[in-house]
């Protein structure tokens, strides 16, 4: 079939033109319609970017504490210590003769330290109609709403670690009031006796870490399976020692540096070096802290008695959606040893 024109077009106007076929059938056209078809093409000649932008963060709360799954929904965590006495004292108190009448006995006393545990709920909602569309555009919105509700268990758990809830007097790995903490030393320069480690030199700086480590370790009568084995920091302090090299001749930084001549190494421990946003301030008056202590479960864990679960979806006709409730229960941090731990302020 072949068409001809039988009239003008404006497509300003909102008129009615005709085409006239072969057979002199005459077809109306509507202009507005042909107008609306451009916006159809604008919208196929988008280049549609199919990565959905999250919000930046970070997490670290598992590189810094063991965390132990399992439990159940228990609303406490307790734990068994023992202490050990003997009368007279493990020195000369032992020594004995053939004409003694008794021994001195070993006692234990025996404690149990109780951590609070707490449940944590959140829930996502998703609408019907959403759900349909995501059928059409190839989105699924109940799986972006899950990777939501995971970043904020993941921020719940990150403030759990380093500082607890004040709210529900629970302390962090940054500011357990128990702990012994120790002002760093100055560079010992006269005209500025600076603490921070941007005014110090790399050997100044080495003493600092390994005055930490010595703190704890000889609080824990220098027990080698209790050596002070991870080291956090600011990430300002972290960066600096780095990047920056010991000499502007060398090769090796002053974190190589530290990692190579600190006392835990040479004493059979691995010593880990990391930063963690939340020791920027977190020390008294706000000085920048630096925290030393034994990262094994026997000294420090955390629980996580039941990991984040879908605990039930069910459709809500009311408000035309789908809820689905998640549940999970965990424990405060629980420091079983608190002389293992040690806070450096100034750095």
């Known amino acids: ?8 077009f404006d497509l300003g106007k909102a008129a ?12 109306n056209m509507d ?9 159809f093409l604008n919208s196929e000649l988008e280049k549609r970017d199919n990565m959905v932008r999250t919000p930046l963060t970070s997490f670290t709360y598992t590189r810094d504490i063991p965390i132990r799954v399992g439990g159940g929904w228990s609303e406490f965590v307790s734990a068994m210590q023992v202490g050990y006495g003997i009368a007279g004292g493990s020195g000369d108190g032992l020594v004995h003769s053939g ?18 545990a707490h449940m944590i709920a959140a829930g996502t909602r998703v609408m019907w109609i959403d759900m349909q569309r995501g059928n059409m555009t190839g989105r699924n919105i109940d799986s972006l709403l899950r990777d939501g509700l995971r970043m904020t268990y993941d921020k719940h758990m990150e403030e759990n670690t380093y500082v607890g809830f004040s709210r529900y007097d629970t302390t962090g790995l940054v500011n357990n009031p128990d702990v012994t903490v120790m002002d760093a030393a100055s560079n010992g320069a006269s005209t500025n006796p600076s603490t921070a480690w941007k005014d110090k030199t790399p050997d100044q ?26 080291i956090i920091m600011p990430y300002e302090q972290y960066n600096y020692v780095a990047t920056t090299k010991i000499t502007e001749l060398a090769e090796k930084t002053i974190l190589t540096f530290l990692l190579e001549n600190n006392v835990a190494k040479h004493n059979g421990s691995d010593l880990f070096i990391g930063a963690a946003k939340w020791c920027k301030g977190a020390g008294d008056d706000g000085a920048d802290r630096m925290v030393a202590y034994c990262n094994k479960e026997r000294y420090i864990a955390m629980d996580e008695l039941a990991p984040l679960t879908r ?13 689905t409730a998640y549940a999970g229960n965990v424990s405060e941090v629980e420091v079983f040893y608190d002389q293992a731990i040690t806070y450096m302020d100034g750095i």
């Open 16 to 27: 009615t033109h005709s085409v006239q076929g072969g057979n002199g059938a005459v077809f």
């Open 205 to 230: 700086i080495l003493q600092d870490v390994n005055e930490i480590i010595l703190a704890g370790w000889a609080r824990a009568e220098y027990d080698l399976d209790a050596v002070p084995n991870h």
């Open 311 to 323: 605990a039930m979806t069910s459709p809500n006709t009311e408000n035309f959606c789908y809820d």
């Open 31 to 39: 202009a507005a319609g042909i107008a609306s078809g451009q916006a």
């Open 1 to 8: 079939m072949v068409f001809k024109q039988v009239g003008t």
């Open 99 to 116: 004409g003694a009448n008794g021994i001195p006995m070993v006692q234990a006393d025996f404690s149990k330290g109780l951590f609070k």
